[in-house]
């Protein structure tokens, strides 16, 4: 799929996306950090919602937007947001590394946020947690044959290749389609599987409200994109790294860490 602009030829080949990375791998390498964070779970997270393998529940109906801190009141939608591990049927290892890590940080299959943001305080669920997401982020790069520096004939070296680039350019492309009105309006999601699938591509981009106001609510996973949940499992899985005991250093596993992200009363 070629970029387009106004004197580009677009049609309804504009919806389909230009590879079939998965999501944590199309936010390392074309997203805005280029590195491996807690967004690569938060993905995997809203994947797993997406599938039915994480049910999310929500306890309000209005939009809403959190900030960068959480406040008390975001605290008291969190508590009306809650997730229940169902974990069914045959998963990858990145998937089931990331149930179980909620899971533990938890204690349980059943939690609500506001639980969850607590728990991300505790230096010894932080460690825990530090522990696991490494496990996380060693089977994304066996699973996506990655090693941080060559990926298919994307990347080489650390430098995306004539291939990598051209990548790049049609998922630019393909950005400009999801944030587009008139685009949006002229090719619509054909399914509601691909609506929910584009607002997670969305996701990748740091863009994924814009994505949402321009198609329908009608899953799971798109009402908790309404509430800003993409950006709420940042907050927390970010909050958790920031309270370790002993922070790694030198081994390459943490990247992206983004001390902007915090919760009051924090470790």
């Known amino acids: 799929m070629l970029g387009f602009s ?3 030829q677009v049609n309804e080949n504009i ?9 944590p791998m199309i936010y390392i390498l074309f997203g805005k950090n280029k590195s491996i964070g807690v967004n690569t779970l938060s993905l995997t997270i809203l994947d797993l919602i997406n599938k039915g393998q994480i049910k999310c529940d929500i306890d309000f109906d209005e939009s809403y937007k959190v900030s960068n801190k959480l406040t008390s009141q975001d605290k008291e939608v969190l508590k009306k947001i809650t997730f229940r591990i169902a974990n069914k049927g045959e998963l990858k290892t990145t998937e089931s590394l990331a ?3 909620v899971k533990n940080m938890n204690r349980n299959k059943k939690f609500n946020l506001k639980d969850m943001a607590k728990q991300s305080n505790n230096t010894s669920v932080a ?3 530090e522990k696991d997401f490494a496990e996380f982020v060693k089977a994304l790069k066996i699973e996506n044959d990655y090693d941080g520096k060559n990926y298919k004939d994307f990347l080489h070296n650390g430098k995306l290749t004539g291939k990598g680039k051209e990548i790049k350019k049609n998922w630019k492309s393909f950005t400009d389609y999801l944030k587009s009105g008139d685009l949006t309006e002229k090719y619509p999601p ?13 996701a990748c981009f740091d863009i994924e409200k814009d994505t949402l106001s321009l198609r329908k609510n009608n899953t799971s996973l798109t009402n908790f994109i309404d509430k800003d949940g993409y950006k ?18 030198g081994d390459g596993i943490f990247y992206g860490v983004n001390d902007k992200y915090t919760i009051p009363g924090g470790g």
């Open 6 to 8: 106004s004197k580009t």
């Open 99 to 101: 149930i179980n890590l």
């Open 190 to 202: 054909e399914s509601d599987g691909e609506n929910s699938a584009q607002i997670i591509y969305g």
């Open 232 to 249: 709420i499992l940042n907050i927390i899985f970010n909050n958790a790294l920031l309270n370790v005991s002993q922070k790694r250093s």
């Open 127 to 129: 460690n825990k947690f």
């Open 15 to 23: 919806r389909n996306p230009p590879s079939d990375d998965s999501y």
